[in-house]
């Protein structure tokens, strides 16, 4: 075999959605229909299948290895590839993925020979036939070698758009789920967000402007989608009501039912109402909405294009849509225990279906990440902990035991009082109930844990 492809584990004590929402490896399934025509390559999604890789790698002898990764990975993705050079010495590890192109310094070491800081077509398809015959690779953009070093780029490059081949994963694609809609399928139609929110990461990657691929392709890729359910992965997929709108007509005229889950912002539902509105009649069964505060103040501080006032309208609109709203909201760390008082009763105005919390994160290479350097609670090296779940900022207006204690009430009311169980049960199905409710219990655990841990540090 030429390459083997790889999705690690994720680490057993990272807080993540990931115990919610489990879903395909988009860019490895791309990266493997760039290859594909010209080598033999098998892609293994470990975070489905424990694999025994010595045993793998003994069995298909590939040339070379590339492994995707995010920053809670880095130590899973080292650990790894020592493994592999200890079966082969001479095989070729290429690390890709958000982690590689934002910090690809991460992965120096003697196992990983290559990191990709940029994704395109041309580039993969050099890198790995230089590789795979044998060929140390010349200059090619987005890569950087072992040899030379890895550093950050002064310029960060967006990837280039690719199409997944979703063939890659089909022995594992009954496992893949958004919540409760299993099996489910990821589509991407356009990169980019306009939004520029203060702590978003996405658009930094992917460029503060929106990049929407040609209709009549992502109309393709919806044709042959098998999975009833498919979550658009977009940033804001409802800002653009004439893209929505062809969408529609393409799903009248080709008579395609399926569900649609989408990210959307508080400002995309109210500028384009009547497009959301039909949208929900071919399909949007829920819409992942940002509302992020219960103050208009830190609004504004984070950039968002909305106020408080904005985001009751916006849920009154996406309940009488009948679309199903997946609120997310943002813990700032100089929150005081009124301010999580106030969340919660936040919540129970806007009514959404399901509500999740996460604490903000100054991630490593972003502004935030200076603005709080002083009151960082984790090092940057310390990479299971930025997961977007684990509090890294050291609160202002009260104990760190005290913030975790309001993270767990606030979680525990959301659970028990907001997040609905009949409602899961009648969407779907008490499988999922008790899948989500584990899922549940994890993160409160983990929560509690860090909680007892502080408690007896302090």
Same mark, same amino acid.
């Given at each position: 075999?030429?390459?083997?492809?790889?999705?690690?584990?994720?680490?057993?004590?990272? *807080?993540? +959605? %990931?115990?919610?929402?489990?879903?395909?490896?988009?860019?490895?399934?791309?990266? /493997?229909?760039?290859?594909?025509?010209?080598?033999?390559?098998?892609?293994?999604?470990?975070?489905?299948?424990?694999?025994?890789?010595?045993?793998?790698?003994?069995?298909?002898?590939?040339?070379?290895? %590339?492994?995707?990764?995010?920053?809670?990975?880095?130590?899973?993705?080292?650990?790894?590839?020592?493994?592999?050079?200890?079966?082969?010495?001479?095989?070729? *590890?290429?690390?890709?993925?958000?982690?590689?192109?934002?910090?690809?310094?991460?992965?120096?070491?003697?196992?990983?020979?290559?990191?990709?800081?940029?994704?395109?077509?041309?580039? *993969?398809?050099?890198?790995?036939?230089?590789?795979?015959?044998?060929?140390?690779?010349?200059?090619?953009?987005?890569?950087?070698?072992? !040899?030379?070093?890895?550093?950050?780029?002064?310029?960060?490059?967006? #990837?280039?758009?690719?199409?997944?081949?979703?063939?890659?994963?089909?022995?594992?694609?009954?496992? =893949?789920? /958004?919540? &409760?809609?299993?099996?489910?399928?990821?589509?991407?139609?356009?990169?980019?967000?306009?939004?520029?929110?203060?702590?978003?990461?996405?658009?930094?990657?992917?460029?503060?402007?929106?990049?929407?691929?040609d209709m009549s392709a992502i109309c393709?890729?919806?044709?042959?989608?098998?999975?009833?359910?498919?979550?658009?992965?977009?940033?804001?997929?409802?800002?653009? %009501?004439? @893209?929505?709108?062809?969408?529609?007509? =393409?799903?009248?005229?080709?008579? +395609?039912?399926?569900?649609?889950?989408? =990210?959307?912002?508080?400002?995309?539902?109210?500028?384009? !109402?009547?497009?959301?509105?039909?949208?929900?009649?071919?399909?949007?069964?829920?819409?992942?909405? &940002?509302?992020?505060?219960?103050?208009?103040?830190?609004?504004?501080?984070?950039?968002?294009?909305?106020?408080?006032?904005?985001? !009751?309208?916006?849920?009154? +609109?996406?309940?009488?849509?009948?679309?199903?709203?997946?609120?997310?909201?943002?813990?700032?760390?100089?929150?005081?225990?009124?301010?999580?008082?106030?969340? @919660?009763?936040?919540?129970?105005?806007?009514?959404?279906?399901?509500?999740?919390?996460?604490?903000?994160?100054?991630?490593? %290479?972003?502004? =935030?990440?200076?603005?709080?350097?002083?009151?960082?609670?984790?090092?940057?090296?310390?990479?299971?902990?930025?997961?977007?779940?684990?509090?890294?900022?050291?609160?202002?207006?009260?104990?760190?035991?005290a913030y975790y204690l309001e993270i767990?009430?606030?979680?525990?009311? *959301?659970?028990?009082?907001?997040? #609905?169980?009949?409602?899961?049960? @009648?969407?779907?199905?008490?499988?999922?109930?008790? @899948? +989500?409710?584990?899922?549940?219990?994890?993160?409160?655990?983990?929560?509690?844990?860090?909680?007892?841990?502080?408690?007896?540090?302090?």
């Amino acid at each position: 075999m030429d390459i083997l492809l790889i999705r690690p584990p994720r680490p057993p004590k990272a *807080i993540t +959605i %990931g115990e919610f929402m489990f879903s395909e490896p988009l860019g490895l399934e791309a990266v /493997y229909r760039v290859l594909k025509q010209d080598h033999e390559l098998l892609l293994i999604d470990m975070m489905v299948e424990r694999s025994d890789i010595e045993k793998v790698l003994k069995k298909y002898q590939p040339r070379c290895v %590339g492994i995707t990764s995010l920053c809670i990975d880095v130590e899973t993705i080292l650990t790894l590839a020592s493994r592999i050079k200890a079966v082969n010495p001479g095989i070729q *590890i290429v690390v890709g993925g958000t982690q590689a192109q934002l910090r690809p310094h991460s992965f120096t070491s003697p196992n990983i020979d290559y990191v990709m800081t940029r994704s395109t077509a041309a580039g *993969i398809s050099e890198l790995f036939s230089d590789l795979v015959a044998g060929k140390t690779p010349g200059a090619i953009d987005g890569v950087q070698s072992k !040899k030379e070093g890895f550093a950050v780029p002064k310029q960060l490059q967006f #990837n280039e758009y690719l199409i997944p081949d979703r063939s890659s994963t089909q022995r594992y694609r009954h496992h =893949y789920s /958004y919540f &409760g809609y299993k099996p489910s399928a990821l589509l991407q139609t356009s990169q980019g967000c306009s939004k520029c929110c203060s702590f978003c990461l996405r658009w930094r990657i992917e460029g503060a402007v929106e990049r929407h691929q040609d209709m009549s392709a992502i109309c393709r890729q919806i044709a042959d989608i098998d999975e009833e359910t498919i979550m658009i992965v977009d940033n804001d997929f409802l800002c653009d %009501g004439g @893209r929505l709108e062809t969408l529609c007509d =393409y799903l009248k005229e080709k008579r +395609i039912r399926k569900n649609f889950i989408c =990210y959307s912002s508080v400002h995309s539902v109210l500028a384009n !109402k009547d497009s959301v509105e039909r949208f929900a009649r071919y399909g949007l069964k829920a819409a992942l909405v &940002g509302y992020e505060s219960h103050n208009s103040k830190e609004l504004s501080a984070y950039n968002k294009k909305c106020t408080v006032t904005d985001s !009751k309208r916006a849920s009154e +609109i996406l309940r009488g849509c009948g679309i199903d709203v997946w609120a997310s909201f943002i813990m700032h760390p100089d929150w005081s225990h009124e301010d999580f008082h106030s969340l @919660r009763k936040y919540i129970r105005i806007l009514q959404p279906e399901v509500s999740s919390l996460t604490p903000l994160t100054p991630f490593p %290479g972003l502004p =935030y990440f200076d603005t709080f350097r002083d009151r960082l609670l984790v090092d940057e090296q310390e990479y299971t902990k930025w997961s977007f779940g684990q509090v890294t900022i050291r609160p202002g207006k009260m104990t760190l035991q005290a913030y975790y204690l309001e993270i767990l009430k606030t979680n525990l009311y *959301i659970n028990l009082f907001m997040n #609905n169980a009949m409602y899961l049960v @009648r969407k779907f199905g008490w499988k999922a109930l008790f @899948r +989500i409710a584990h899922g549940s219990l994890k993160l409160t655990y983990r929560y509690l844990t860090l909680l007892i841990e502080e408690k007896g540090t302090g």
